[in-house]
């Protein structure tokens, strides 16, 4: 297991356990918990006494409409005051709730015609209420909340439940286990959308929304749970490798950890890499960071993964650093991350020469958040959404955009402003020249899916996530070898007679070719090709494509295509080979437009092919020398070595066969050894 220094204050983690240890004992720095997220012994009577609740914010979701009802109700009874419901709209065709306005029970004026009756007027018009409505992932996320209230608050808000019927009684004991179990349930919930919680006994909470934390907050035995499972790790893996950053009182503030597999991968799919900090940035128990690229069958792959104190340009710096040193310094061309100021800096800092993107599908999941508050909501969505996925040219989204901020009145919308401001980085239309290796989600309903995203929940706790970590990676691991098999081993079933879909059958692995194989069948959706600009050997191509619409109507778009025969050179305005690595339905139609038989060998990418591990040399390793250092030439070969291992798993004669290879290795270099003496 190596272990690498940066600078004075990174130490080996068998140091970085003792250290925090004795601490423990001496300056209770790291503090013994209850069954209770981030809450010590010595608050739990408090929490018996005392109900907390995260105050209702923009972007809260909840499973189901009586959950989120419970919740507000809840709160408005901890802050004293009545909830009732405003409005409510149900679908047409069923009584299926999907939206609902919640108030506060002061909201409005009485009616005209009940003024003089004998009631004393209770209302003042107040304004808090809550909107919420039924999304696509079939739960209930909040849009609007207004906190303000214009009149006194109190427990005698209350009072009135005393004289109830015996159904009413019963009924409001069943809403107190109810309450119950919503405190419990939202006790520890952190908003990413500009919310903060009430709630002091947080510690998990309170180190996230620290300007500069500056220390990992760590549960009684989360560090010995790391250096245990390093350790482990050293003994089944040999070239494990992981990095520890300590801050200068001698805590653990950041962690860094990559392992045999991963560093392998490295050498092969670092060509473009999403930066997932979701688990970070969304505030989960674990502040998991990870690197994650994309293998020849269009998986996701792990290229190392970390803990970090805090989203701060230093640990993000630190960590792009020692992930570049693994990389043996092989920036990828194109690192994409979520839209964040302090990630655009570090980025900028340790990867100079690389084109940063922002990630389109976090954007996208963001909208109801940002704009679910917005009057005419589903309206301005839909123009959004066209406006960003069916723009093939800068100036037609430019077009669109003005079109919406024109038409909707939200030219102040300072969400909507910023985005306009960095659309060079998102934006498709603006993005035809970037290499995303097929994690460009340009289409709508694609994702880039965390990693961990089924391992991983808001509160799994960190020994937890070290054992579902290496099931995770197994799992991974598996299915790849999985689809080496099936492409290996077995011919794809052919749809058309077209010779560029027989080409690649032969040469890409099944996923890619199945996704390739789409397009060969939607050739025959492109029903005109006409040649509409010609400059000596480069002639623009018009092709017209029937495309299905909303509303399942079909409609005809037109898409540019540049062709230069003698180069061999052929692209498409909707640049599907810089964003999917193969070529799409448009550049195929005027290959065959123009009696081109076989794709050219440029736009058939080695990484997608099938035997892309066994026959591709990383360049580092093509570079070995008298120069190159032991490590960096024992790093080398483990990785040359791991493909072995790994194909001599796959059954007892490929085992035999990886034996004796090695053993005719072993000595081969032996006689090597006898010449040098």
Request: aromatic share 12%; net charge neutral.
């Amino acid at each position: 297991m190596e272990e690498l220094s940066l600078d004075g204050n990174q130490i080996a983690m068998g140091q970085t356990n003792e250290a925090v240890e004795e601490r423990n004992g001496e300056e209770g720095a790291v503090e013994e918990r209850n069954g209770e997220e981030g809450v010590t012994e010595g608050q739990t009577g408090e929490i018996e006494r005392r109900k907390e609740f995260v105050t209702p914010a923009a972007g809260m979701e909840f499973e189901s409409y009586d959950d989120a009802y419970n919740y507000y109700n809840c709160y408005a009874k901890e802050a004293g005051f009545r909830v009732r419901v405003k409005n409510s709209w149900f679908k047409r065709n069923s009584k299926e709730k999907y939206g609902a306005v919640l108030c506060c029970s002061s909201q409005g004026f009485k009616r005209v015609k009940d003024v003089n009756r004998l009631r004393r007027e209770t209302r003042t018009g107040c304004p808090a209420m809550l909107r919420m409505k039924l999304v696509d992932s079939k739960r209930w996320r909040i849009l609007e909340v207004t906190l303000d209230h214009n009149h006194l608050l109190g427990t005698k808000a209350y009072k009135s439940t005393k004289k109830m019927n015996p159904g009413t009684k019963r009924k409001l004991q069943t809403n107190s286990e109810t309450e119950t179990q919503t405190l419990k349930l939202y006790r520890a919930l952190v908003i990413d959308a500009g919310g903060t919680s009430n709630s002091k006994a947080n510690a998990r909470e309170d180190r996230s929304c620290s300007n500069h934390p500056d220390h990992l907050n760590l549960r009684k035995g989360d560090t010995q749970a790391i250096y245990n499972y390093f350790c482990r790790m050293q003994l089944t893996n040999p070239n494990f490798f992981y990095v520890t950053d300590l801050n200068s009182g001698g805590r653990l503030r950041n962690v860094f950890w990559l392992d045999a597999r991963c560093r392998a991968a490295i050498n092969y799919f670092n060509d473009a890499v999403f930066f997932d900090n979701t688990y970070l940035a969304n505030k989960y128990e674990i502040p998991l960071v990870a690197f994650v690229g994309m293998n020849h069958h269009g998986q996701p792959v792990l290229l190392g993964c970390g803990l970090l104190a805090g989203e701060t340009k230093e640990s993000y710096v630190w960590l792009f650093n020692t992930w570049l040193t693994c990389a043996s310094g092989q920036s990828p061309q194109t690192i994409i991350t979520e839209r964040c100021n302090i990630l655009q800096s570090a980025v900028a800092d340790v990867f100079p020469n690389a084109l940063h993107r922002f990630g389109l599908s976090h954007i996208m999941k963001k909208v109801p958040e940002k704009l679910g508050g917005l009057r005419n909501y589903d309206a301005i969505r839909k123009s959004l959404v066209k406006a960003v996925y069916e723009a093939l040219k800068p100036f037609d989204f430019e077009a669109s955009w003005g079109f919406m901020i024109q038409h909707f009145g939200i030219s102040d919308h300072e969400w909507l402003r910023s985005l306009y401001d960095d659309r060079a980085r998102w934006v498709p239309a603006y993005l035809k020249e970037t290499y995303f290796a097929g994690m460009a989600a340009a289409r709508p309903g694609e994702t880039l899916n965390a990693f961990f995203d089924r391992y991983v929940h808001k509160q799994t706790p960190l020994k937890e996530f070290l054992d579902k970590y290496e099931l995770a990676l197994h799992k991974k691991h598996k299915e790849e070898v999985q689809a080496d098999q099936e492409s290996r081993n077995s011919t794809p079933t052919l749809k058309t007679r077209c010779s560029f879909e027989f080409q690649l059958s032969k040469v890409f692995t099944r996923d890619i070719f199945n996704k390739f194989q789409l397009e060969v069948e939607e050739m025959y959706s492109c029903f005109s090709t006409t040649q509409l600009h010609v400059d000596g050997e480069i002639i623009i191509f018009l092709v017209k494509e029937r495309v299905l619409a909303e509303g399942n109507r079909r409609e005809i778009r037109d898409y540019e295509v540049l062709y230069n025969r003698a180069a061999a050179e052929v692209r498409c305005i909707c640049s599907c080979f810089n964003f999917y690595g193969y070529l799409c339905r448009h550049a195929l139609s005027v290959l065959n437009y123009n009696g081109v038989e076989e794709i050219p060998w440029t736009y058939i990418l080695s990484r997608w092919k099938i035997d892309y591990k066994r026959t591709c040399i990383p360049d580092q390793l093509s570079k070995c020398n008298d120069a190159t250092s032991q490590i960096q030439r024992t790093s080398h070969l483990y990785r040359s070595a791991l493909q072995v291992v790994e194909e001599g798993v796959i059954s007892v004669d490929h085992y035999k066969a990886a034996l004796q290879a090695i053993e005719e290795s072993v000595h081969r270099v032996h006689d090597i050894e006898e010449l040098l003496l």
